[in-house]
Every structure is written in structure tokens, then in C-alpha cells.
């Protein structure tokens, strides 16, 4: 990727555009079954399924503040798996700000020690405005704006010193950011995380090398998962969704040589650690994310059309049996 990809350009601020959504996220609550609460700083926090139940639109909507708004998240049914027939369909603007720029999970924020510490990864438009990731100095995308909204992956409240860091790091009062908590076992949490199905495929194309700038637009679908209480097996279930069951479309200004190798070396079956649903891939190297090949966190399915040919190229294919293995499983 050429350096400072964004510098310079006439670029969408994702806060500014994201912060009606997340104005009529707050004002909704009670219709989404959301809990709204304020920390002793003044910030906002949503609850989307510890104490309040939350549910698939809440999830829907959510994803579409992860991407910043420039993308949209739709439910709609599908025939590719008989078992599971509902998708998550996303779509997006400026692919590559509202996936990596945003959507992606890269601020870890972390706060106290033991049994009681909390630690969540946060994703959002307020990525742009205050975390330290080396990411954004390789997009040269920064987004500044009076209000910031991050998304936890969480199933605890946050105290109230995590959320004056990232009102800090932010450079805003409290008072101006919204914090939301999706756990990974709700029905808000399995729709906001299937629908990084095109930011997973977008970051894999980083991790590849292939040029960030080539990549025009995308669309990407991915299952519904069934929620489970237990962590590890609905975070193995929201994985494998992505892995067995997501199909993405890339249109690159690239030419074939450089859109057939994308295709054909990013789908998750070209991984050492692919061929078992991902709670006991995880289990097996001690839940130890480290331990597990990069290589492995890739939709199934990859199309890739050429915009200077015409031409398109098809990596992968879905995994039905491993989806039903997955999903099914108690």
C-alpha cells in the first residue's frame, strides 16, 4: 500500500456522518429493547445485550455505525445454506475507511488487574479520532470531529476511567462519546460482528500486500449465526460464519495477474488451521489467539472482477457441512 494512502484527499469525516445514526440509536432504545445510561463523566452508554436484551435490528444498526457511516447492513434470506437461510448482506461507500478506518476491532482498551479487570476491543468511527494504531498512519486518515461513538465487545460495563481515555485520547469532554457494548453471545453481537464479512476480506487483502487503493468497492454476505450463552461457542459460531459461510465480491483497478492471486489466496481453506469449527481450533492452541495462522481469519468465498478487464476471478467456496457442524453443535 502506497504510504498515506488518504493524506491529502477530500476524504468523508465518519464521525460527522455517523453521529445522526448513532443519535437515533439512543433516542430508539426502548423500541430495540436497548438500555441507555450515563457514566459519572457524563458519557453515554448503550447497553445491546447484558441487561437488556437487544436484538437483531439493534445489531443491523449497530453494524452500520461500525462502518462509519458509509455502508449499509441488510437481513435477507438465502437459499446457499438450507439450514440457515438468513444473511447479513453489507455494502459500503469508501470500502477500506469504513472497514479498516472504522469497523475493524483494532483499539484494545484495557483497565485494572484479575478477576475484576476489564478488557474489550473497540471498533468505530472514534478509532479515527483518537487511537494510537499504526494502522491510521498508513491510511494518513484521521476524522475529528465534536462527538466520537466507540463499539465494545464486551459483556461487562465499562468503568468509568476507560471511557474518560478514549474522551482523552479523543481530545472531547465526556459528555460528547458514546460507548455501545455488544456481547459476543446476544443477537445484537452475532449480527454486528457476522457483518465485518467485507472488513475481514479487506484486511486479509492488507495482510496479503495487495494495494489498498486498488480496491474500488465491495459487497459481502455472511449467515445469521445462532446466538449461544457461553462465550466461546458463540465467538466460535460468529467466526465460523465468516470462514465456512462468507462470500465476498472485491472490484479492483488492478490487472488479472494481481485480482486472480487475491482471489485465489485469500478464502479460509488456503489455511493450515482450516478444516475444524473455530472453537476447537482456539481450545486447541490453549486460547492463545497468537498461536492461530493469521491466514485463517478470511471469508470462504472470493470474487474479484477486474475494472480495467473486465474479467473476474473466483477463490475458495462455501462449507456448508462445517457451518452445520458449527452452528448445530450444543
Not at 76 to 91: C, D, E, I, K, Y
Not at 304 to 310: F, Y
Request: aromatic share 8%; charged share 20%; hydrophobic share 45%.
Amino acid at each position: 500500500m502506497s504510504e498515506q494512502l488518504y493524506a491529502g484527499k477530500d476524504v468523508p469525516n465518519i464521525n460527522e456522518m455517523v453521529a445522526p445514526a448513532v443519535q437515533a440509536l439512543v433516542d430508539n432504545a426502548r423500541a430495540l429493547r436497548l438500555g441507555v445510561s450515563q457514566l459519572a463523566n457524563g458519557t453515554t452508554v448503550v447497553d445491546a445485550g447484558i441487561n437488556h436484551r437487544g436484538g437483531l435490528e439493534a445489531g443491523r444498526l449497530i453494524g452500520e455505525i461500525c462502518l462509519g457511516g458509509l455502508g449499509r447492513v441488510a437481513l435477507r434470506t438465502r437459499l446457499a445454506f438450507s439450514n440457515w437461510p438468513w444473511q447479513v448482506a453489507v455494502s459500503s461507500l469508501e470500502p477500506v475507511i469504513a472497514c479498516l478506518g472504522s469497523q475493524y476491532a483494532g483499539w484494545s482498551l484495557q483497565q485494572g488487574e484479575g478477576k475484576a479487570a476489564f478488557f474489550a476491543l473497540g471498533s468505530g468511527p472514534a478509532r479515527a479520532m483518537g487511537s494510537k494504531e499504526a494502522l491510521f498512519n498508513e491510511l494518513g486518515y484521521r476524522a475529528p470531529f465534536g462527538k466520537a461513538c466507540l463499539v465494545l465487545e464486551t459483556d461487562k460495563f465499562p468503568p468509568v476511567e476507560i471511557a474518560e481515555k478514549v474522551a482523552r485520547y479523543c481530545q472531547i469532554p465526556g459528555k460528547d462519546l458514546t460507548l455501545i457494548l455488544t456481547p459476543t453471545s446476544s443477537l445484537a453481537g452475532c449480527v454486528q460482528i457476522v457483518a465485518r464479512v467485507l472488513e475481514t476480506a479487506i484486511h486479509k487483502a492488507h495482510i496479503l500486500g495487495f494495494p489498498l487503493e486498488a480496491i474500488i468497492d465491495g459487497l459481502a454476505t455472511a449467515p445469521v449465526p445462532p446466538p449461544a450463552p457461553d462465550f466461546l461457542v458463540a465467538m466460535g459460531r460468529t467466526n465460523d460464519a465468516l470462514l465456512f459461510g462468507g462470500e465476498v465480491q472485491l472490484y479492483v483497478d488492478a490487472e488479472d495477474a494481481a485480482a486472480e492471486d487475491l482471489a485465489l489466496r485469500m478464502p479460509s481453506n488456503t489455511s493450515s488451521d482450516f478444516g475444524r469449527p473455530f472453537a476447537e481450533v482456539f481450545k486447541a492452541v490453549s486460547f492463545d489467539f497468537y498461536k492461530i495462522d493469521p491466514m485463517l481469519f478470511s471469508p470462504a468465498r472470493i470474487i474479484v472482477t477486474s475494472l480495467r478487464t473486465g474479467r473476474t476471478f473466483v477463490g475458495g467456496h462455501m462449507h456448508p457441512d462445517l457451518l452445520d457442524q458449527s452452528f448445530a453443535k450444543v
